[in-house]
């Protein structure tokens, strides 16, 4: 059930939302590493239309949490549900529906910019090239359009990974850090664009270092320490 996709520079369709519930919960959600507690019974609630932002300072546990929501990380102990049920990443509910960029490796070496986005896009059931475009053009990539992702530079790099979130369905966002490397127009183009995501009814769950943007776009906030 997609919405029809968008020709202008508004993201690609969005799932359906169902309020209510808590899209992605952790309970009690444990993780060590050996001797190392990182995480030590952290609950988070994330319903759809909301986000939430963890918090804390270098080293503290938030891209290991991020991890977590995503199935990339097992919890040592404690519990992560997504639509109330546990999180399976292999699942083809959870991977049609949970976007997430933890990082800017790009997927495909050998693929430009925009071949990337179309293959995603098309794995993800968007069939519509006006969808990649309209991405392209919003996350400021068309000057590199054509470019492998080897040759751009490190905000570029960011934004293809935040792009390639923008151009599939999904009811949840998870970002990791999504404001690094992005200059001062980024950072407005960001908010703007997790606001407008959160109107969509998408959930938003991302770690940020960025006090203005937590500020902006949080409904909750989950401070980790180390
Ligand atoms: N696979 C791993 N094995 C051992 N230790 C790990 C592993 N992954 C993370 N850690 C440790 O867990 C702690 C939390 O790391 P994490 O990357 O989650 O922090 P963070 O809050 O995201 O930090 P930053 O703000 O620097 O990105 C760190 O001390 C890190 O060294």
Known sequence: MHRPPSTSSSPAPTLPERRGTALLEFRGLTVRFGDHVVLDRLDLALEAGRAVAVVGPNGAGKSTALRCAVGAEAPTSGEVLFDGAPLDETSPAFRASVAAALDDAASFPDLSVVEHLLVVAWAHGVDD??????????????????????????????????????????????????????????????????????????????????????????????????
């Open 129 to 226: 090239p006006a969808v990649v475009n309209a991405a392209v053009v919003d996350c400021g990539l068309r000057s590199v359009r054509d470019n492998l992702p080897a040759t751009l530079s490190s905000g570029q790099a960011r934004r293809l990974a935040l792009a390639s979130c923008l151009v599939r369905p999904r009811r949840a966002l998870v970002l990791d850090e999504p404001e690094q490397r992005l200059d001062e127009s980024g950072h407005d183009w960001l908010r703007e664009r997790l606001l407008a995501e959160k109107a969509a009814g998408t959930a938003v769950l991302f770690a940020s270092h960025h006090s203005a943007l937590v500020d902006a776009v949080a409904d909750d906030v989950v401070t980790v320490a180390p």
